[in-house]
């Protein structure tokens, strides 16, 4: 420990808190500190299916802005995926197809169209993979970064580099303000609490886990919300639903039967595939994700939180910019 270092701490270790840290023990000599009440498979991030595709529900403060984030998110997976780590990290590339029974307009993704290295419409041959009378389509290349491995990777990686990670309910800003210089919020849906913030919304959703080694890309369509996602294990994610508002993490059968009925119809041999799991998790929407610095008293806050059901996407390119404006408020003594 350097005794000279700023002192920075970061709460919450699901896939935001542990990028910004990550990114902190990379580029500056600070000491980072770590706090969570829950990890790996205790966050929402562990629920992710985990795909690279930000959706229009997905805003940060200014198109450019949001434009920014998901750009810098897509070159840092690409680095991970490029270097010799990326089985490690659970990343690996696949093409994923998005088909629409009403509109061409309804399968294109305008964020990611000039991002990409291959995006175009579908051809007759790949509309007719899917079933249920799909009649347009986009198909793009993108990745998964499956957070069973990238949250793990990512705190032995922080552990060996001297971050300190540990367990602890942050009740206030105020409980730790003696203890640090900077602090990064990453509280993801504790945001609701710990700031007060009404505009954190869950957005409940839930997945099926299914044995298909064979699956090889990922399928979209719009009946509601229906999507099947492969896995680097072989385990592929049926899903979904999205419950606005909803605080509901029990598995409900129902909800179950609906997203194998739909992905049955979508990929029918899926209907052989074994069903291992389900599971349930929160998405911590916020209209505009909040990447802001304030500062409370003594204390320099960073906050980072709101992602919804793109946290995965985009934690990279929030927590650059999260960094940055940390940085920032440790060089100058700010009055905001
Ligand atoms: C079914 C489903 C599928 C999804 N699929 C995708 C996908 O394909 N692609 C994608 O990009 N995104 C997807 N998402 C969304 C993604 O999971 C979230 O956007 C992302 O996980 C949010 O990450 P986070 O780190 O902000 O929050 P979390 O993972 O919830 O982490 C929050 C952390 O903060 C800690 N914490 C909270 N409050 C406190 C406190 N007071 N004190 C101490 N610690 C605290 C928690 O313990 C936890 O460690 C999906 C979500 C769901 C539910």
Same mark, same amino acid.
């Given at each position: 420990?350097?005794?000279?270092?700023?002192?920075?701490?970061?709460?919450?270790?699901?896939?935001?808190?542990?990028?910004?840290?990550?990114?902190?023990?990379?580029?500056?000599?600070?000491?980072?500190?770590?706090?969570?009440?829950?990890?790996?498979?205790?966050?929402?991030?562990?629920?992710?299916?985990?795909?690279?595709?930000?959706?229009?529900?997905?805003?940060?403060?200014?198109?450019?802005?949001?434009?920014?984030?998901?750009?810098?998110?897509?070159?840092?997976?690409?680095?991970?995926?490029?270097?010799?780590?990326?089985?490690?990290?659970?990343?690996?590339?696949?093409?994923?197809?998005?088909?629409?029974?009403?509109? @061409?307009?309804?399968?294109?993704?305008?964020?990611?169209?000039?991002?990409?290295?291959?995006?175009?419409?579908?051809?007759?041959?790949?509309?007719?993979?899917?079933?249920?009378?799909?009649?347009?389509?986009?198909?793009?290349?993108?990745?998964?970064?499956?957070?069973?491995?990238?949250?793990?990777?990512?705190?032995?990686?922080?552990?060996?580099?001297?971050?300190?990670?540990?367990?602890?309910?942050?009740?206030?800003?105020?409980?730790?303000?003696?203890?640090?210089?900077?602090?990064?919020?990453?509280?993801?849906?504790?945001?609701?609490?710990?700031?007060?913030?009404?505009?954190?919304?869950?957005?409940?959703?839930?997945?099926?886990?299914?044995?298909?080694?064979?699956?090889?890309?990922?399928?979209?369509?719009?009946?509601?919300?229906? @999507?099947?996602?492969?896995?680097?294990?072989?385990?592929?994610?049926?899903?979904?639903?999205?419950?606005?508002?909803?605080?509901?993490?029990?598995?409900?059968?129902?909800?179950?039967?609906?997203?194998?009925?739909?992905?049955?119809?979508?990929?029918?041999?899926?209907?052989?595939?074994?069903?291992?799991?389900?599971?349930?998790?929160?998405?911590?929407?916020?209209?505009?994700?909040?990447?802001?610095?304030?500062?409370?008293?003594?204390?320099?806050?960073?906050?980072?939180?709101?992602?919804?059901?793109?946290?995965?996407?985009?934690?990279?390119?929030?927590?650059?910019?999260?960094?940055?404006?940390?940085?920032?408020?440790?060089?100058?003594?700010?009055?905001?």
């Amino acid at each position: 420990m350097n005794i000279d270092a700023p002192r920075i701490g970061v709460i919450g270790a699901g896939v935001v808190g542990l990028t910004v840290a990550d990114i902190l023990q990379k580029t500056s000599k600070a000491n980072v500190t770590v706090m969570a009440d829950g990890f790996g498979e205790d966050t929402v991030s562990a629920v992710a299916a985990g795909i690279f595709r930000p959706g229009t529900t997905f805003r940060g403060p200014t198109k450019e802005i949001t434009k920014k984030w998901i750009n810098d998110s897509w070159h840092y997976w690409q680095d991970i995926l490029k270097s010799s780590e990326a089985n490690h990290a659970g990343i690996f590339s696949f093409n994923c197809y998005v088909y629409s029974t009403q509109s @061409y307009q309804a399968t294109r993704n305008r964020l990611i169209e000039d991002l990409v290295p291959y995006y175009k419409e579908m051809t007759e041959d790949e509309l007719r993979i899917a079933g249920g009378e799909q009649k347009y389509g986009s198909c793009f290349s993108t990745v998964k970064i499956g957070c069973d491995n990238y949250l793990p990777w990512t705190e032995k990686r922080l552990k060996r580099n001297g971050v300190r990670i540990v367990r602890e309910k942050v009740e206030s800003f105020e409980s730790v303000k003696k203890k640090y210089d900077l602090v990064f919020n990453c509280t993801g849906l504790g945001a609701r609490y710990l700031c007060d913030d009404e505009n954190v919304v869950p957005i409940r959703g839930q997945i099926a886990k299914v044995k298909a080694p064979w699956l090889k890309a990922s399928f979209y369509s719009d009946y509601a919300d229906t @999507y099947i996602i492969p896995g680097i294990d072989g385990v592929a994610t049926l899903g979904g639903v999205r419950n606005y508002d909803s605080y509901n993490k029990k598995f409900n059968k129902h909800d179950a039967a609906a997203i194998l009925e739909r992905c049955y119809t979508l990929l029918p041999p899926l209907r052989k595939a074994l069903v291992v799991g389900h599971r349930v998790g929160l998405r911590p929407h916020r209209d505009i994700v909040r990447v802001e610095p304030e500062i409370l008293g003594d204390l320099k806050v960073v906050h980072c939180y709101g992602h919804g059901g793109y946290g995965v996407t985009t934690a990279p390119g929030t927590a650059l910019h999260a960094v940055s404006i940390g940085m920032d408020l440790l060089r100058t003594k700010h009055k905001l």
